[in-house]
């Protein structure tokens, strides 16, 4: 079983910059798919970005262009990097395997407010 802890969260201004980390217990972190999720109050969790074992990337167009995700397989780490951040990317941030399979980890709450 993949043990996932998620960390990096915290309160920012809108337009600030946060970096995630998550790490996965586990051989087969480096040959999955990863992603990041996330969950806002009272909204369904939604995928925010993927990176393949190979290091290709894909994200919704709602953090296109200001988040980025990258993973040091030699560490088993995946990271989410959040610039310009807006007050509709606060939620609860998850890492998991790129369709969420695994057991879900307690999260890292971002909080972008003024």
């Known amino acids: 079983q993949v043990q996932l802890v998620e960390s990096g969260g915290g309160l920012v201004q809108p337009g600030g910059s946060l970096r995630l980390s998550c790490t996965a217990s586990g051989t087969i972190f480096v040959i999955s798919t990863m992603g990041w999720f996330r969950q806002a109050l009272g909204k369904q969790r939604e995928l925010v970005a993927t990176?393949?074992?190979?290091?290709?990337?894909n994200y919704p167009d709602s953090v296109k262009g200001r988040f980025i995700i990258s993973r040091d397989n030699a560490k088993n780490t995946l990271y989410l990097q959040m610039n310009s951040l807006k007050p509709e990317d606060t939620a609860v941030y998850y890492c998991n395997s790129g369709t969420g399979r695994w057991t879900w980890g307690q999260g890292t709450q971002v909080t972008v407010s003024s």
């Open positions: 990176v393949t074992s190979g290091g290709s990337t």
